[in-house]
């Protein structure tokens, strides 16, 4: 069992930053992949980004490639979301998600992630 907590999210102008971060409890915090997702209201949950269980393995979806950067610190069972130059698009709420596989995988899908925070919503004014 793994409890996930997030944090830091608010309200930001347009390209503004902010940085979210998730706490994990309960299991081993390294035999877990670790991703952000976000969900809009009225549309379906979508992956944000993604990195493996040591950190060295890394993805991003289009939308926020190259505008978004995900991390980890094993010892602290924490991984971030920084954010920058924020758009009104970015507007959702963010949940954090921990799946368990192998060392070098990135989860990307919702279904391949076994737990999850509540979110924290984020929403970038124009």
């Known amino acids: 069992q793994v409890q996930l907590a997030e944090s830091g999210g608010g309200l930001v102008q347009a390209g503004g930053s902010l940085r979210l971060s998730c706490v994990a409890s309960?299991?081993?915090?390294?035999?877990?992949?670790m991703g952000w997702f976000r969900q809009a209201p009225g549309k379906e949950r979508e992956f944000v980004a993604g990195?493996?269980?040591?950190?060295?393995?890394?993805h991003y979806a289009d939308s926020v490639k190259d505008r978004f950067t995900i991390s980890r610190d094993n010892a602290k069972r924490t991984v971030y979301l920084q954010m920058n130059t924020l758009k009104p698009e970015d507007t959702a709420v963010y949940y954090c998600?921990?799946?368990?596989?192998?060392?070098?995988?990135?989860?990307?899908?919702?279904?391949?992630?076994?737990?999850w925070g509540n979110g924290t919503l984020v929403t970038v004014s124009s």
């Open positions: 998600a921990a799946g368990r596989t192998q060392v070098l995988v990135v989860l990307s899908t919702v279904t391949d992630m076994e737990y």
């Open positions: 309960g299991s081993i915090f390294s035999l877990y992949a």
């Open positions: 990195i493996s269980r040591g950190g060295g393995s890394k």
